[in-house]
């Protein structure tokens, strides 16, 4: 059924861009702990170094995501009549859009989250981070049995949710366009807000050592940021 090819690819991208994530977890981890990071940091900005591990890896990224759905998809089709012209307008257009946001919010949250830590060892960030994302993925079957309810649709609108929610929403039911507008208006300032605040937090924990900062500390650097 065209449904099961639009939840199979709203899946497909989600995990894609969460792997992307924990990839630029663990390279800035690793670069920081080896101080590489000191000798790239004589060269560009500290944000410049975020944004192109960021881009590049969700490049990256993008192109592994393409790779899977294109074989996924010829695998299927030696056993199943599929076809993507099933797939809705709405679709077609909203699907790339969430997954560009969804990426560029977990790899930013996921940077910001090593730049912080002394070693992978050392803390929760990486837990905490991979929870709230992947936390609508374990009502994955009320997500698509029961699509419509009021506390499924008010997660759409949660930008950390937003992704793996309305994608799956709007595989299985008609969703309203102007919700699609708005979760998607909520996740475009969120990634704005988070990359502006994670910026300054990337620019000092990038260059701790010995220990990993607290919630207190991180906040404080985030809102410095917001402030010059």
Same mark, same amino acid.
């Given at each position: 059924?065209?449904?099961?090819?639009?939840?199979?690819?709203?899946?497909?991208?989600?995990?894609?861009?969460?792997?992307?994530?924990?990839?630029?977890?663990?390279?800035?981890?690793?670069?920081?702990?080896?101080?590489?990071?000191?000798?790239?940091?004589?060269?560009?900005?500290?944000?410049?170094?975020?944004?192109?591990?960021?881009?590049?890896?969700?490049?990256?990224?993008?192109?592994?995501?393409?790779?899977?759905?294109?074989?996924?998809?010829?695998?299927?089709?030696?056993?199943?009549?599929?076809?993507?012209? +099933?797939?809705?307008? $709405?679709?077609?257009?909203?699907?790339? =859009?969430?997954? @560009? /946001?969804?990426?560029? *919010? &977990?790899?930013?949250?996921?940077?910001?989250?090593?730049?912080?830590?002394?070693?992978?060892?050392?803390? +929760?960030?990486?837990? $905490?981070?991979?929870?709230?994302?992947? =936390?609508?993925? @374990? /009502?994955?079957?009320? *997500? &698509?049995?029961?699509?419509?309810?009021?506390?499924?649709?008010?997660?759409?609108?949660?930008?950390?949710?937003?992704?793996?929610? $309305?994608?799956?929403?709007?595989?299985?039911?008609?969703?309203?366009?102007?919700?699609?507008?708005?979760?998607?208006?909520?996740?475009?300032?969120?990634?704005?807000?988070?990359?502006?605040?994670?910026?300054?937090?990337?620019?000092?924990?990038?260059?701790?050592?010995?220990?990993?900062?607290?919630?207190?500390?991180?906040?404080?650097?985030?809102?410095?940021?917001?402030?010059?």
């Amino acid at each position: 059924p065209p449904f099961l090819i639009a939840v199979f690819l709203a899946l497909l991208l989600f995990i894609g861009a969460f792997i992307s994530g924990v990839i630029v977890f663990y390279g800035v981890l690793k670069e920081k702990g080896s101080r590489v990071v000191e000798l790239m940091l004589s060269s560009v900005s500290a944000k410049d170094l975020m944004a192109g591990k960021i881009i590049g890896l969700g490049l990256a990224g993008l192109i592994q995501v393409t790779v899977w759905a294109v074989i996924a998809y010829f695998a299927a089709r030696r056993f199943l009549p599929i076809t993507l012209s +099933g797939l809705s307008p $709405m679709q077609l257009i909203s699907y790339p =859009l969430y997954f @560009v /946001f969804g990426y560029l *919010l &977990i790899a930013t949250l996921y940077a910001t989250a090593a730049s912080t830590m002394k070693d992978v060892h050392s803390g +929760g960030a990486q837990g $905490m981070v991979g929870l709230i994302v992947y =936390l609508p993925m @374990v /009502f994955l079957k009320v *997500l &698509i049995e029961h699509p419509d309810l009021p506390w499924v649709r008010a997660a759409g609108f949660f930008p950390p949710f937003a992704p793996s929610v $309305m994608m799956i929403r709007i595989a299985v039911t008609k969703v309203p366009w102007w919700e699609v507008v708005l979760s998607l208006g909520l996740l475009a300032a969120a990634v704005c807000l988070l990359a502006r605040f994670a910026g300054k937090v990337f620019e000092v924990g990038i260059l701790m050592y010995g220990k990993s900062a607290n919630l207190r500390e991180i906040w404080k650097w985030g809102i410095r940021s917001s402030r010059t």
